[in-house]
């Protein structure tokens, strides 16, 4: 479940790193009642980073994919094998 926290929770700034850090989620940040941040730990943001990475890499995989630019799998090891020597 969502961690929702004033703006003013901000103030305890230990209490707010602990919470980012217990969790492997953001936390929210409301002011006046209204969405205003969000905040997550470094592990937090580099796992999204990634898991974006990932899914830009796949859409682009798919475009290929109908578009029919696709690669015999045989040949690309074999050039890998060439280029690294195994």
Do not use: W
């Not at 217990?22 to 592990?43: A, C, L, Q, R």
């Amino acid at each position: 479940m969502p961690q929702i926290r004033p703006i003013t929770d901000l103030r305890n700034t230990a209490e707010i790193s602990d919470l980012c850090h217990s969790k492997p989620e953001p936390v929210f940040i409301t002011k006046n009642g209204y969405g205003d941040m969000v905040i997550m730990s470094m592990e937090t943001y580099e796992r999204k980073m990634a898991l974006a990475d990932i899914y830009e890499k796949l859409a682009v995989a798919e475009k290929q994919i109908i578009k029919g630019e696709l690669l015999n799998g045989e040949a690309v090891f074999a050039k890998l094998r060439a280029k690294h020597g195994n």
